[in-house]
Structure formats: C-alpha cells, structure tokens
Nanobody, 123 residues
Framework: QVQLVESGGALVQPGGSLRLSCLVS????????VGWFRQAPGKEREGVSS????????SFADSVKGRFTISRDNAKNTVYLQMDSLKDEDTAVYYC????????????????WGQGTQVTVSS
C-alpha cells in the first residue's frame, strides 16, 4: 500500500523555522519524485518544492527560493522540507505527494498524496 505521512507542522513566529517530514511507504523512494505543496484557506493548492531522490534534482517556487530547502534520506524513506525565515504568507496546510517523472510544481501531475500538516506563522 502506497502511503505518505507528513509531520512537523506547528505554530511559529515570523522569522522562525520549521522542518516538515514526509515518510513514504509502499514504494521505493529512489524511483519517485516527491513534491511539497501548500494550500491556504480560500486559495488553490500551489507547489512549493520537489526533489527527485534518484539524482537529487530539485525545484522551488519563487516565493520560497533562498528560504526553503528540500532534502531526502533514502535509508529512512523520508523527504524533508526545511523552512527558514518564515513569513505570515507561508501559513497553509502543507502536503507531500509523489509521482514518477521529473520534478514539477503542477499538483495535477502527482497521484499519491499525504493527509497534510498545518503550518501557522503568526506573532
């Protein structure tokens, strides 16, 4: 059974940091691209970052470049999203998802999703 489980969401002050984790099971992480997405209330789901574990190829949304980092630990079947210098506008439910193929920010191209984890940036 293919499954993704996110964790690490929390309430954090502006300028703070969080690390989200995406634990995958039921498939070999090395063969799949994993992406992070977010959805704020009243807004469409948007791509944040993605990584192809096989060669580490990554991509980032312009809004998070220089602040967010994506990494993976194939031995632990986990993909991480390190979020630094958080802003109010980063508040959203964050999801990880998987697909076969090159990294992309288009959520419609991902076919396996986690349940999401809430990130709230507020003072």
């Amino acid at each position: 059974q293919v499954q993704l489980v996110e964790s690490g969401g929390a309430l954090v002050q502006p300028g703070g940091s969080l690390r989200l984790s995406c634990l995958v099971s039921g498939f070999t992480l090395n063969y799949y691209t994993v992406g992070w997405f977010r959805q704020a209330p009243g807004k469409e789901r948007e791509g944040v970052s993605s990584i192809r574990p096989r060669d580490g190829r990554t991509s980032f949304a312009d809004s998070v470049k220089g602040r967010f980092t994506i990494s993976r630990d194939n031995a632990k079947n986990t993909v991480y999203l390190q979020m630094d210098s958080l802003k109010d506008e980063d508040t959203a439910v964050y999801y990880c998802a998987a697909r076969m193929g090159i990294p992309t920010m288009n959520p419609s191209l991902y076919h396996v999703w986690g349940q999401g984890t809430q990130v709230t940036v507020s003072s």
